[in-house]
């Protein structure tokens, strides 16, 4: 977070919103009012711009996450206002408003508030240019301090600032409502002393500060033009609508702050004491409502669902991924998204936009929205910064690193269900060729194209579009028909603890993971494998989030493989009797059968563990509690004898 930035917790929309504001975020009635709220900050842009930033460089390279960047955390004019007050009145020597411990806890929130901005500037803060310095976050980060040190984005280190903040208001408003906001105050009760007029004259002086720099940033509207335009806001509207909407800002922000200090002046002075006390506080908690709920209005979307999502008239595509939707996963080869673009086809996949990868389409709107309306499942991962290491480990054994390993892409999908990907037409052949050149199990599915929805004249944006059949479609549905089951019976398996070999195992050429399943459980009673390929039947009787039910007939002694993630939580039975879990082909879950009709049942619950600490922690927080009620109650009594 850029050291200029803070002022964002103070003003809101002074470095903007969202770079789509005001498109399709607001009533129609306010669109106009938030014209030019794209955000133009630095918070989230990379290294690679800061010597642009700094005038060096002559061109201005790629803005990266600037252009994506956030509108950062907005605090409240009154709350900050208020929080300040409380941290003055720790200060005061005569008439003092707290205690001594009660200083030192505002002390230790004042000290954090301070350190958090710090370390959320990141590498802009002194000492830590590029993270190369021993202050700040670099020194943090370098340390290693567990939890802390894993906030891999310093300006979320300013989230613990809004807590600070909002902990200071809390005691602001304590000592408010000990002196000034007194319901039993008597009339022309002097509730206001030469500390308290003190404060009030710094209040004037914010103000006044306040007013002084509206008017210098007003007075350079056309440097900012400018600026706007040198870092990738080229057009001269567009830059002087983002110049206007920021310095509109500000000027809110000086309404407001008017309104914010002359009511606290008010209140200081004592003039919403005795029967006046609830119309202060009233008062003061509409303002902050309004307040907030402005700086807030942009983030708030207004969905039309049924458009959305195309309710009684889904497309073609997702109509057929959401059939029988345990049955199969899908995947859309997108770099940066999903699992990888299959290797070979990295060049295909960037000449090709189609609107359809390059645009969000699939990356944002079906897989974080659609899927789940519809529970498709996918492999595609969203948002994992930090995997588990067994996901982590599977993948990275997965991944080609040359064209002679391009069939780990195709081994991938095989092992996690994948039966559906998303791609061009004239993949399937290339697909063929290089991921499954013995057996060629890639075929088209369904062609189609990216439309926009029916009534919907010109798209203006991804929930306009939809996808239609088209016999000439330059987009597709590609099954492959090599993919496992959900489920399915083994009589051939191998049994090995070592997860580096089982990796190697699963990779290797000559590994055939329709005849055979890697155990990796340690088994004592394993029967001995069978030589019949053919080890029965399994079939659904239902299918949920945390409960899931076969019926299975084995034929031989067998190995029932489900591929979803294995998780010790997960406990399975086998008509109705606890059975061992067992952990397959590195990740995925199975169960040991007998030969004979089996009603095989999967279920996850959490370990009851943390649920018994925490309620042993408060009874023991009530009874120290009642002891403490009682000891005081105790002491009180006898002083009074």
């Known amino acids: 977070m850029p050291k200029t930035k803070t002022l964002g917790a103070t003003i809101p929309g002074l470095f903007g ?24 900050g630095g918070v989230g842009r990379t290294p690679a711009i800061d010597r642009y930033f700094d005038g060096v460089s002559s061109e201005p390279p790629s803005l990266g996450g600037m252009r994506f960047g956030y509108a950062g955390y907005y605090s409240g004019i009154l709350v900050i206002l208020i929080a300040l007050w409380g941290v003055a009145q720790a200060f005061r020597r005569q008439n003092p408003v707290y205690g001594f411990e009660q200083k030192m806890l505002i002390a230790f929130w004042s000290v954090l508030m301070l350190v958090m901005i710090y370390l959320a500037w990141g590498r802009f803060a002194p000492g830590s240019k590029n993270y190369d310095g021993l202050m700040g976050y670099a020194l943090l980060y370098k340390l290693k301090l567990p939890l802390l040190s894993d906030i891999r984005n310093p300006a979320k280190f300013f989230l613990f ?23 039993t105050a008597m009339p022309g009760a002097k509730l206001t002393d030469g500390f308290d007029r003190k404060l009030i004259y710094g209040l004037a002086g914010i103000f006044g ?92 979307i207004h969905w039309d669902y049924k458009h959305k999502y195309e309710v009684g008239a889904i497309n073609p595509i997702l109509d057929t991924l959401r059939q029988n939707a345990w049955d199969h996963r899908v995947s859309g080869p997108e770099e940066g998204h999903g699992v990888g673009i299959p290797f070979g086809l990295q060049r295909e996949l960037r000449a090709y936009d189609k609107y ?127 993919a496992l089951p959900r489920v399915k019976l083994y009589s051939n398996w191998l049994v090995n603890t070592n997860d580096e070999e089982n990796l190697k195992t699963l990779t290797a050429p000559e590994f ?18 069978s030589t019949n390929e053919n080890s029965g039947t399994v079939e659904f009787k239902s299918y949920s989030t945390k409960r899931i039910v076969f019926t299975a007939n084995a034929i031989a002694p067998s190995v029932l493989l489900l591929n979803d993630k294995y998780d010790p939580s997960w406990r399975v039975t086998v008509d109705g009797q606890p059975a061992e879990l067992l952990r397959c082909n590195f990740i995925m879950r ?20 943390p649920l018994f600490i925490t309620l042993a922690a408060l009874i023991v927080a009530i009874f120290l509690a009642g002891l403490l009620v009682f000891m005081t109650r105790k002491s009180q009594a006898a002083a009074a004898k």
């Open 356 to 482: 359809f990868f390059n645009s969000g389409i699939y990356s944002i709107e079906w897989t974080q929205h659609h899927y789940l309306f519809y529970n498709i499942q996918s492999l595609d991962i969203i948002q994992m910064p930090r995997p588990p290491a067994d996901i982590a480990a599977f993948l990275a054994a997965l991944q080609p690193r040359s064209q002679t390993e391009a069939y780990l892409r195709g081994r991938l999908w095989q092992l996690t269900n994948t039966r559906y990907l998303l791609g061009a037409t004239d993949w399937v052949e290339p697909m063929n060729m290089l991921l499954d050149p013995q057996q060629k199990r890639f075929r088209l599915a369904q062609r189609f194209d990216i439309v926009a929805k029916p009534g919907v004249t010109q798209p203006g944006g991804l929930d306009d579009l939809t996808a239609a059949a088209n016999d000439d479609g330059d987009l597709a549905l590609i099954e492959f028909t090599g």
């Open 209 to 300: 500060a306040s007013v002084i720099g509206w008017l210098l940033y007003s007075s350079h509207k056309a440097d900012l033009v400018q600026y706007l335009q040198k870092v990738g806001y080229g057009d001269e509207t567009m830059a002087t609508d983002i110049a206007n909407f920021s310095i509109g800002q500000v000027t809110w922000f000086i309404g407001l702050l008017a309104f914010a200090v002359a009511l606290l002046v008010l209140v200081a002075k004592g003039f919403f004491s005795g029967p006046r006390a609830r119309l202060g506080v009233v008062l003061i908690g509409a303002f902050i409502f309004i307040d907030l709920g402005r700086s807030n209005l942009p983030f708030i």
């Open 161 to 183: 600032f809004i807590w600070a903040i909002t902990v200071l208001f809390a005691y602001g408003m304590d000592s408010l409502s000990r002196r000034q906001l007194v319901a």
């Open 17 to 40: 919103y969202r770079m789509d504001t005001p498109n399709k975020l607001l009533p129609k009635s306010l669109e106009s009012a938030y014209q030019g709220g794209v955000y133009w």
């Open 590 to 609: 199975g169960v040991q059968l007998s030969p004979g009709p089996h009603t095989v049942q999967f279920d996850f619950s959490v370990p009851n563990h």
């Open 512 to 529: 055939d993971p329709v005849k055979t399943v890697l155990i990796s459980t340690p088994q004592k009673n394993l029967p001995a494998v």
